[in-house]
């Protein structure tokens, strides 16, 4: 993959988990990513890509934080490998990070084709099987 190749995110009725703050949270997550994306195609200076960077990386966390306080509250049957998928995540962030000491269009590419790929992954499989647990307890 090139990065002329990388296509922005669109949002899809087909990613939807039937939950609005979920929902919203993914698709503030299309935004960030296609901002990053945005930056790329622009040569953004390092500073300004490493702020993008910085605020995907800190909404992931607030995103996984939400989902799994659900799954304590609702006692999911699925939740420590739903977990495990999240912590896959930040194990593959934290060995970019460490191959790209510095916010470099380079890392930001990588990080968008992974980032992209896993996202849309996510939501079309693991977060879709929380969906009748999450409306069984009422969210909506
Ligand atoms: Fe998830
Ligand atoms: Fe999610």
Redesign the pocket.
């Known amino acids: 993959m090139t990065i002329a190749e990388i296509k922005k995110l669109e949002w899809e009725d087909k990613y939807s988990v039937g939950v609005t703050e979920i929902d919203d949270q993914h698709k503030r997550m299309f935004v960030v990513i296609n901002e990053l994306l945005d930056a790329i195609h622009t040569n953004t200076p390092a500073e300004h890509l490493g702020n993008i960077i910085d605020s995907l990386v800190k909404y992931k966390i607030f995103h996984?934080a939400t989902?799994e306080k659900y799954f304590k509250e609702f006692n999911y049957e699925e939740t420590e490998t739903?977990i495990a998928?999240?912590h896959k995540f930040n194990e593959r962030l934290t060995a970019l990070k460490e191959k790209y000491p510095e916010p470099t269009i380079d890392f930001a590419f990588e990080l968008v084709d992974f980032l992209e790929d896993w996202l849309i992954n996510?939501l079309m499989t693991?977060?879709q099987k929380y969906v009748k647990c999450f409306h069984d307890h009422g969210l909506k």
Do not use: S
């Open positions: 996984f989902e739903h998928e999240h996510h693991v977060d």
